[in-house]
Protein backbone atom coordinates (compact mmCIF):
# COMPACT_ATOMS: atom_id res chain seq x y z
CA UNK A 1 0.00 0.00 0.00
CA UNK A 2 1.35 3.68 -0.89
CA UNK A 3 2.23 5.86 2.14
CA UNK A 4 3.02 9.60 2.55
CA UNK A 5 5.17 10.53 4.91
CA UNK A 6 5.94 14.33 6.77
CA UNK A 7 8.41 14.00 9.24
CA UNK A 8 7.78 17.35 10.15
CA UNK A 9 4.87 18.33 12.14
CA UNK A 10 5.71 21.84 12.65
CA UNK A 11 8.58 24.64 10.85
CA UNK A 12 8.55 27.73 11.30
CA UNK A 13 9.96 30.72 8.64
CA UNK A 14 11.09 34.94 8.94
CA UNK A 15 9.33 36.81 6.50
CA UNK A 16 11.23 37.07 3.28
CA UNK A 17 13.68 33.63 3.85
CA UNK A 18 13.22 30.10 2.35
CA UNK A 19 11.91 26.95 3.70
CA UNK A 20 12.16 23.74 2.58
CA UNK A 21 9.12 21.17 4.06
CA UNK A 22 10.21 17.68 3.65
CA UNK A 23 7.87 14.60 2.48
CA UNK A 24 8.62 11.41 1.61
CA UNK A 25 6.65 8.47 -0.13
CA UNK A 26 6.32 4.94 -0.50
CA UNK A 27 4.96 3.08 -3.39
CA UNK A 28 5.89 0.23 -6.21
CA UNK A 29 3.94 1.95 -8.77
CA UNK A 30 6.48 3.70 -11.55
CA UNK A 31 3.55 6.12 -12.83
CA UNK A 32 1.71 8.57 -10.38
CA UNK A 33 1.61 12.20 -9.62
CA UNK A 34 2.24 14.01 -6.07
CA UNK A 35 1.09 17.05 -5.01
CA UNK A 36 1.34 19.79 -2.01
CA UNK A 37 -1.76 21.46 -0.83
CA UNK A 38 -2.33 24.48 1.12
CA UNK A 39 -4.96 24.25 4.26
CA UNK A 40 -4.88 28.29 5.60
CA UNK A 41 -6.79 28.87 8.92
CA UNK A 42 -9.82 29.26 6.92
CA UNK A 43 -9.81 25.12 6.42
CA UNK A 44 -9.77 25.92 2.38
CA UNK A 45 -7.50 23.05 0.95
CA UNK A 46 -5.91 25.29 -2.06
CA UNK A 47 -3.60 23.21 -4.19
CA UNK A 48 -0.29 24.51 -4.65
CA UNK A 49 1.98 22.43 -7.03
CA UNK A 50 1.57 19.24 -8.66
CA UNK A 51 3.91 16.93 -10.21
CA UNK A 52 3.93 13.73 -12.85
CA UNK A 53 6.66 11.22 -11.87
CA UNK A 54 7.71 10.62 -15.11
CA UNK A 55 8.60 14.13 -15.76
CA UNK A 56 11.99 14.18 -14.56
CA UNK A 57 12.20 18.28 -14.79
CA UNK A 58 11.13 19.59 -10.75
CA UNK A 59 7.54 21.31 -11.28
CA UNK A 60 7.56 25.45 -10.08
CA UNK A 61 4.88 27.73 -9.62
CA UNK A 62 6.10 31.42 -8.75
CA UNK A 63 7.63 31.44 -5.49
CA UNK A 64 7.25 27.30 -4.56
CA UNK A 65 8.91 24.68 -5.92
CA UNK A 66 9.82 21.15 -5.78
CA UNK A 67 12.63 18.84 -5.43
CA UNK A 68 11.56 15.49 -7.06
CA UNK A 69 13.67 12.55 -6.46
CA UNK A 70 12.15 9.44 -7.61
CA UNK A 71 14.67 6.97 -6.73
CA UNK A 72 14.59 8.62 -3.03
CA UNK A 73 10.72 8.71 -3.08
CA UNK A 74 11.48 12.26 -1.77
CA UNK A 75 8.97 15.26 -2.72
CA UNK A 76 10.33 18.59 -0.93
CA UNK A 77 8.22 22.02 -1.35
CA UNK A 78 10.64 24.97 -1.26
CA UNK A 79 8.78 28.25 -0.62
CA UNK A 80 10.74 31.41 -1.25
CA UNK A 81 10.79 35.23 -0.38
CA UNK A 82 8.18 33.35 2.74
CA UNK A 83 4.98 35.83 3.57
CA UNK A 84 3.08 36.49 5.96
CA UNK A 85 0.40 34.64 3.56
CA UNK A 86 2.24 31.45 3.33
CA UNK A 87 1.11 30.04 6.74
CA UNK A 88 -0.81 27.17 6.94
CA UNK A 89 -0.95 23.81 7.00
CA UNK A 90 0.72 21.60 4.35
CA UNK A 91 -0.03 18.35 2.73
CA UNK A 92 1.59 16.22 0.53
CA UNK A 93 -0.48 13.93 -1.37
CA UNK A 94 0.43 11.40 -3.70
CA UNK A 95 -2.20 10.05 -6.11
CA UNK A 96 -1.59 6.56 -8.41
CA UNK A 97 -2.18 7.09 -11.74
CA UNK A 98 -5.07 4.82 -13.25
CA UNK A 99 -6.74 3.73 -16.13
CA UNK A 100 -10.08 2.21 -17.20
CA UNK A 101 -12.35 3.68 -14.84
CA UNK A 102 -10.24 2.76 -11.72
CA UNK A 103 -10.93 4.71 -8.66
CA UNK A 104 -8.79 7.52 -7.89
CA UNK A 105 -7.70 7.96 -4.29
CA UNK A 106 -5.73 10.47 -3.14
CA UNK A 107 -3.35 9.46 -0.18
CA UNK A 108 -2.16 12.26 2.22
CA UNK A 109 0.37 12.90 4.70
CA UNK A 110 0.15 14.13 8.23
CA UNK A 111 0.88 17.99 7.29
CA UNK A 112 3.46 20.25 8.65
CA UNK A 113 2.70 23.84 10.13
CA UNK A 114 4.18 26.17 8.53
CA UNK A 115 4.17 29.81 10.75
CA UNK A 116 5.88 33.01 9.31
CA UNK A 117 7.49 35.23 11.17
CA UNK A 118 7.57 38.79 10.53
CA UNK B 1 -12.50 29.98 -4.69
CA UNK B 2 -12.12 26.78 -6.25
CA UNK B 3 -15.23 26.40 -8.04
CA UNK B 4 -16.57 23.79 -5.62
CA UNK B 5 -18.66 24.63 -2.94
CA UNK B 6 -20.02 23.78 0.64
CA UNK B 7 -22.74 24.20 2.44
CA UNK B 8 -23.60 24.35 5.20
CA UNK B 9 -20.34 25.58 6.40
CA UNK B 10 -21.28 24.93 10.15
CA UNK B 11 -23.61 22.34 11.44
CA UNK B 12 -24.40 21.04 15.14
CA UNK B 13 -26.40 18.09 15.91
CA UNK B 14 -27.60 16.35 17.91
CA UNK B 15 -26.98 12.23 18.19
CA UNK B 16 -30.52 11.90 17.01
CA UNK B 17 -30.80 14.30 14.50
CA UNK B 18 -30.89 13.54 10.92
CA UNK B 19 -29.32 16.63 8.74
CA UNK B 20 -27.50 16.33 5.20
CA UNK B 21 -24.13 18.29 3.99
CA UNK B 22 -24.19 19.36 0.36
CA UNK B 23 -21.76 20.07 -1.98
CA UNK B 24 -21.71 21.37 -5.63
CA UNK B 25 -19.04 22.04 -8.42
CA UNK B 26 -19.13 24.35 -10.70
CA UNK B 27 -15.90 23.17 -13.38
CA UNK B 28 -17.71 20.57 -15.26
CA UNK B 29 -15.56 18.19 -13.36
CA UNK B 30 -17.81 14.16 -13.31
CA UNK B 31 -15.64 12.92 -10.05
CA UNK B 32 -16.92 13.87 -6.64
CA UNK B 33 -15.36 12.95 -3.05
CA UNK B 34 -16.49 13.32 0.28
CA UNK B 35 -13.27 13.71 3.10
CA UNK B 36 -13.35 13.65 6.73
CA UNK B 37 -10.29 15.29 8.28
CA UNK B 38 -10.08 14.77 12.14
CA UNK B 39 -8.06 16.52 14.68
CA UNK B 40 -3.99 15.01 14.55
CA UNK B 41 -4.99 12.40 11.61
CA UNK B 42 -4.46 12.17 7.64
CA UNK B 43 -7.50 13.49 5.58
CA UNK B 44 -9.58 10.22 5.15
CA UNK B 45 -11.26 9.50 2.06
CA UNK B 46 -15.20 8.22 2.72
CA UNK B 47 -16.69 8.42 -1.14
CA UNK B 48 -15.91 8.06 -4.82
CA UNK B 49 -18.34 8.95 -7.46
CA UNK B 50 -17.27 8.73 -10.61
CA UNK B 51 -19.99 9.65 -13.15
CA UNK B 52 -22.70 9.68 -10.86
CA UNK B 53 -21.54 6.31 -9.67
CA UNK B 54 -20.28 5.18 -6.14
CA UNK B 55 -17.11 3.77 -6.65
CA UNK B 56 -15.39 3.71 -3.25
CA UNK B 57 -16.77 3.27 -0.11
CA UNK B 58 -13.78 3.41 2.75
CA UNK B 59 -15.48 1.43 5.61
CA UNK B 60 -17.48 4.05 6.27
CA UNK B 61 -20.72 3.24 8.84
CA UNK B 62 -24.35 3.48 7.33
CA UNK B 63 -24.85 6.40 9.40
CA UNK B 64 -23.54 7.92 6.57
CA UNK B 65 -25.49 7.77 3.40
CA UNK B 66 -23.94 9.74 0.34
CA UNK B 67 -26.12 10.80 -2.36
CA UNK B 68 -24.75 12.06 -5.97
CA UNK B 69 -27.73 12.78 -8.18
CA UNK B 70 -25.47 13.97 -11.13
CA UNK B 71 -21.94 14.92 -11.69
CA UNK B 72 -22.35 18.65 -9.97
CA UNK B 73 -23.96 18.07 -6.56
CA UNK B 74 -23.46 15.81 -4.18
CA UNK B 75 -24.67 15.10 -1.16
CA UNK B 76 -24.02 13.53 2.40
CA UNK B 77 -26.98 12.58 4.40
CA UNK B 78 -25.80 12.34 8.76
CA UNK B 79 -27.66 10.27 10.99
CA UNK B 80 -27.66 8.89 14.33
CA UNK B 81 -24.03 10.30 14.72
CA UNK B 82 -21.70 9.68 17.18
CA UNK B 83 -19.40 12.41 19.57
CA UNK B 84 -16.82 10.96 17.41
CA UNK B 85 -17.99 12.18 13.87
CA UNK B 86 -17.51 15.77 14.33
CA UNK B 87 -14.74 16.51 12.05
CA UNK B 88 -14.42 19.41 8.91
CA UNK B 89 -15.84 17.20 5.89
CA UNK B 90 -14.58 18.23 2.94
CA UNK B 91 -15.73 17.72 -0.55
CA UNK B 92 -13.34 17.19 -3.84
CA UNK B 93 -14.29 17.38 -7.18
CA UNK B 94 -11.82 16.42 -10.27
CA UNK B 95 -11.81 15.74 -14.14
CA UNK B 96 -11.84 12.03 -15.61
CA UNK B 97 -10.81 10.43 -18.62
CA UNK B 98 -7.73 12.39 -18.62
CA UNK B 99 -4.07 11.86 -18.22
CA UNK B 100 -3.89 14.95 -15.10
CA UNK B 101 -6.53 14.35 -12.66
CA UNK B 102 -6.22 16.88 -9.80
CA UNK B 103 -8.65 17.61 -7.05
CA UNK B 104 -10.20 20.22 -6.11
CA UNK B 105 -11.77 21.05 -2.54
CA UNK B 106 -14.66 23.21 -1.03
CA UNK B 107 -14.22 25.15 1.84
CA UNK B 108 -15.71 22.29 4.20
CA UNK B 109 -18.51 21.95 7.04
CA UNK B 110 -17.22 21.98 10.47
CA UNK B 111 -19.40 19.47 11.80
CA UNK B 112 -19.85 19.67 15.98
CA UNK B 113 -22.25 16.14 17.28
CA UNK B 114 -23.35 16.58 20.56
Known amino acids: AQTVTQSQPEMSVQEAETVTLSCTYD???????LFWYKQPPSRQMILVIR??????QNATENRFSVNFQKAAKSFSLKISDSQLGDAAMYFC???????????????FGTGTLLAVQP | ETGVTQTPRHLVMGMTNKKSLKCEQH?????MYWYKQSAKKPLELMFV???????ENNSVPSRFSPECPNSSHLFLHLHTLQPEDSALYLC?????????????FGPGTRLLVL
Open chain 2, 92 to 104: ASSPRGGRVETQY
Open chain 1, 27 to 33: TSESDYY
Open chain 2, 27 to 31: LGHNA
Open chain 2, 49 to 55: YNFKEQT
Open chain 1, 51 to 56: QEAYKQ
Open chain 1, 93 to 107: AYLRMNYGGATNKLI
